[in-house]
């Protein structure tokens, strides 16, 4: 039984005969379109004369595209070989079809792109199966994920297409149709990606189709502009409705389609009127991704640091390779949680003067995501060999530590290894105190050490190339600690009408202070006193404001570096 749509074309093709020359013409087309089947294009028919196009159909239907094939192509999809003829079907009808009808054959067609979706993705079921069947049959199966992959993607260009032709044409309640298969295809597209990541998890035994799996995955994430959870962000619009503005609404829709809404009056934000569907609408979602800016790289000869800015805080990453273009989803990736603007990522482990690739990445609290072109940087040729020399070893060492500084002439890193015992040998359990800083001059610092000992050292500097410089052991010993307070002595002195210099002398460098008092005994923590915290063996504090003719009573004071305290006898004096 012959269709509508054949009916028509031969009656079309009976109406305009066609010459020989237009079916020589005709035939070697439809040759060479047969011949390139995989890369068939369905306007190639609409560059030919009206009656060619007709003719060109009867002749497919005479060499097999008939009603059968025709109705076998209804249920093709991307990839497959009547595809093709199924997309050129749909372009004859609406050229044949009266304008007023065209857009509604256009929802149809929409609505079909939306069932080939749902039909590519069918085979999947459930995670679990999926699992089941790609370990026993890989080939197959991998087949028909490659043909939702191509599928789903295929179907969003087609929908988007129609979806700013109505828009353009002023189809505004048509539009929102396509958009509202849209979101069914979104819907789709995210049940796709959570199967397709939890069979990656599910995957521990082979990583190559892990990977391709992940691959698959991360193709969708992209065209459809997920999170990386695989999520689709929304965000709040008001939407007014062409045909009855005063039931304006909020809804929450995927960013994609904010650019369909504003364009036909929908404003970002709640309405004002506070109406509100339930579709988890955010008002104030963030929908921009970070702005990508000063790019740079800091390379020597096994490592490089990559830096740039954006213009919000967002997280950090560098995929990297050796090969180009750059493929995400298999590439080298180093990144960083932290929300900053100013980024720094830091690549190790590279190879001598070789030439990488790199794409950095930025990812915001709101999940927008942006990604650099690709660049590149070469690692440095010469390698450096040659360890630090280290000199000028010095120690200033107390009752209980000792600093230790040397100079290296490049700059490197500070070990020093330390023990009782010797020769210092060197392993996991030596005691040691370091710092990562790369310096020229070093200063380490041993704490806790026992007095009247002897220690053994040695210090280490490393390199940024991981050259190693080693002292020879040296020693020091730990002082005893001083607890003999210093002896005073040769108490004089030197007074006037208001003051008083008060002098003596210790047997050790010590602070000076004097406290006095009109009343005795004289009691030291309520007294007045003079004090200076120089360490000194002849002493001299100057008492002023004093008042005349009367007799003051005092005690002088010393106290050593080790805190060893002496005090005088109290003494007394009489101002003129």
């Given at each position: 039984m012959q269709s509508n749509l054949e009916k028509k074309l031969k009656e079309t093709a009976k109406a305009n005969p066609l010459t020989k020359a237009e079916k020589n013409m005709l035939w070697a087309k439809i040759e060479n379109i047969i011949n390139q089947k995989h890369s068939f294009q369905p306007f190639t028919f609409f560059k030919l004369k009206p009656k060619l196009v007709f003719a060109s159909f009867m002749i497919i239907a005479i060499i097999g595209v008939s009603t059968a094939v025709a109705g076998a192509s209804n249920d093709a999809g991307p990839g497959d070989l009547l595809y093709p003829i199924d997309i050129a079907l749909e372009r004859v009808q609406l050229a044949l079809s009266r304008e007023e009808n065209k857009d509604n054959l256009r929802l149809k067609f929409a609505e079909e792109r939306l069932k080939e979706a749902q039909r590519a993705l069918t085979f999947?079921?459930?995670?679990?199966?999926?699992?089941?069947?790609?370990?026993?049959?890989?080939?197959?199966?991998?087949?028909?994920?490659?043909?939702a992959n191509k599928t789903l993607p295929i179907a969003l260009e087609r929908l988007e297409e129609t979806r700013e032709f109505l828009e353009q044409k002023g189809n505004e309640q048509a539009a929102e149709h396509v958009n509202d298969i849209i979101e069914k295809l979104i819907s789709l597209a995210q049940s796709h990606v959570s199967d397709l990541d939890e069979l990656e998890i599910k995957i521990s035994n082979n990583n190559k189709i892990k990977e391709e799996v992940r691959a698959f995955s991360t193709k969708i994430k992209i065209k459809f502009k997920f999170n990386r959870s695989g999520n689709k962000k929304k965000a709040a619009v008001c939407h007014i409705p062409p045909d009855n503005p005063e039931n304006a609404h909020t809804i929450g829709i995927a960013e994609p389609a904010v650019q369909a809404h504003l364009a036909h009056g929908d404003y970002l934000g709640e309405c004002e009127n506070g109406d509100q569907d339930n579709n988890n609408g955010d008002p104030t979602l963030d929908i921009i991704a970070p702005i990508i800016s000063n790019i740079g790289s800091s390379v020597s000869t096994n490592t490089a640091d990559i830096t740039w800015d954006t213009d919000e805080e967002s997280d950090s990453a560098v995929w990297y390779s050796t090969t180009t273009p750059i493929v995400l989803s298999s590439s080298l990736l180093i990144e960083s949680a932290d929300l900053v603007t100013s980024h720094t990522i830091s690549l190790s482990g590279l190879s001598v003067n070789t030439t990488y690739y790199f794409v950095v990445g930025s990812l915001d609290s709101s999940d927008n995501k942006a990604t650099s072109t690709e660049s590149s940087?070469?690692?440095?040729?010469?390698l450096d060999t040659i360890a630090p020399i280290i000199s000028n070893i010095i120690l200033s060492v107390s009752t209980n530590t000792v600093d230790i500084t040397w100079d290296t002439d490049e700059e490197s890193d500070s070990v020093v290894w330390y023990s009782t015992t010797t020769p210092l040998i060197i392993s996991g359990d030596t005691l040691f105190v370091d710092s990562s800083s790369l310096v020229t001059t070093h200063n380490i610092s041993l704490l806790g050490l026992n007095a009247s000992t002897t220690y053994y050292f040695i210090v280490n500097s490393f390199d940024s190339s991981g050259n190693k410089a080693t002292s020879i052991e040296s020693s020091f010993i730990i002082l005893t600690p001083d607890t003999t307070a210093p002896i005073i002595s040769n108490i004089s002195l030197s007074v006037s009408t208001n003051t008083a210099d008060i002098i003596w002398n210790t047997d050790e460098p010590s602070n000076s202070k004097a406290w006095y008092s009109t009343t005795t005994p004289i009691v030291l923590g309520s007294s007045s006193f003079i004090e200076s915290t120089n360490l000194v063996a002849s002493h001299a504090v100057s008492l002023s404001s004093l008042n005349a003719s009367t007799t003051y009573y005092f005690i002088v004071g010393s106290t050593d570096e080790f805190n060893n305290e002496a005090t005088s006898t109290e003494s007394s004096f009489t101002t003129l």
């Open positions: 999947q079921g459930n995670s679990n199966s999926v699992s089941i069947t790609i370990s026993t049959s890989t080939e197959n199966n991998f087949k028909r994920i490659k043909k940087f070469i690692t440095t040729l010469t």
